[in-house]
Structure formats: C-alpha cells, structure tokens
C-alpha cells in the first residue's frame, strides 16, 4: 500500500467519525453513517485516481 492511499484511508476514516458524532445521535446510526460515509470517501478517492489514470496517462 502506498504512503498517499494510507493517509487518505486515514483521513477518510477520522472524518466519517466525526461526521457521524455530529450528524447522528444513537451509537447504531452513528456506526452505519461512519461506515457509509468512509465507503463513499475511500470509494470515490479510488474512483477519480483510475478515472485520471485512464484518461490522463
């Protein structure tokens, strides 16, 4: 795993708790919106890099 991808999967992972501390009030919730949102973090990071590496090579 390269040093970039750790530290978005870092960053991706401290943002969604904080997200979902804020967003939503019961543990339940809050643990299915941190994962959610990191899904969508981490998936959509992955995403745009193959999108620019296709295009953009």
């Keep these: 795993m390269s040093v970039h991808l750790g ?3 870092l960053c991706a992972a ?3 708790v904080v997200f979902a501390v804020l967003q939503r009030d019961e543990p339940a919730a809050q643990a299915r919106f941190a994962a959610q949102t990191f899904a969508a973090l981490v998936g959509g990071g992955l995403l745009l890099g193959v999108l ?3 295009f953009f090579r």
């Design 7 to 9: 530290v978005m999967v």
């Design 52 to 54: 620019q590496y296709i």
């Design 14 to 16: 401290c943002v969604s």
